[in-house]
């Protein structure tokens, strides 16, 4: 069965620094989505992506935050200048359409110290 | 503010009953619903979607919608310890569909 697969599934990176975090959705899918999770906390929405540009994006995406489509099969999420509360478990998901159901990776666990 | 909103339990049933969770939402321009299971640690897992009221049967769950209400519901016949986990309802939402709004889950321990 096809995945959403996510690398790296850990990522470690001092404050301050840039970050990129990498999915490949399923190949036929057509909207990609993030997310993330801090711990114990609920999977919040960050940004959905269609025909090379941002769908929507939540209030949590700011200008720290963007996405590329950089070839025919990742998606990636780059967040600059990082912060402690930027430490959270981050999705990426794709669906076929919009309001079909997504299908999640594995997630990337990211840390900032 | 679109909210979706769970009983965070914990919910506790014995091997084999009926499990049943329950969700409302506040955005009345939703159109589709899911229901996702979330072991520790884990990414989310699609359990159920449905797009319109009534019920919507697959295997041991059953997925019920009311959009009157606004009030999704997920049941789980002969509950079995594996099925212990959060469960997350999930409603789609926004202009155009695009934006996924996540209840924060109820946690159900199925005892053997």
């Known amino acids: 069965e096809p995945e959403v697969t996510q690398t790296p599934s850990h990522q470690v990176t001092q404050m301050g620094q840039e970050v990129i975090l990498r999915c490949v959705p399923i190949?036929?899918?057509?909207?990609f989505y993030w997310y993330r999770q801090i711990l114990g906390q609920k999977v919040e929405f960050l940004v959905s992506f269609y025909n090379n540009e941002i769908s929507e994006k939540s209030e949590i995406f700011d200008d720290q935050f963007s996405v590329e489509r950089p070839d025919g099969s990742n998606f990636t999420l780059k967040i600059r200048s990082t912060k402690l509360e930027d430490s959270a478990m981050y999705f990426c998901?794709?669906?076929?359409?919009?309001?079909?159901?997504?299908?999640f990776g594995d997630g990337t666990r990211l840390s900032i110290l | 503010q679109k909210e979706v909103e769970q009983n965070s339990g914990p919910l506790s049933v014995p091997e084999g009953a009926i499990a049943s969770l329950n969700c409302t939402y506040s955005d009345r321009g939703s159109q589709s619903f899911f229901w996702y299971r979330q072991y520790s640690g884990k990414s989310p897992e699609l359990i159920m979607f449905?797009?319109?009221?009534g019920d919507k049967e697959d295997g041991r769950f059953t997925a019920q919608l009311n959009k009157a209400s606004q009030y999704v519901s997920l049941l789980i016949r002969d509950s079995q310890p594996s099925d212990s986990a959060t469960y997350l309802c999930?409603?789609?939402?926004?202009?155009?569909?695009?934006?996924?709004?996540f209840g924060a889950g109820t946690r159900l321990f199925v005892k053997a």
């Open positions: 190949s036929n899918h057509l909207y």
């Open positions: 999930a409603v789609n939402g926004g202009t155009g569909g695009f934006k996924t709004i």
């Open positions: 998901a794709s669906s076929p359409s919009v309001g079909q159901p997504q299908h």
């Open positions: 449905i797009y319109s009221n």
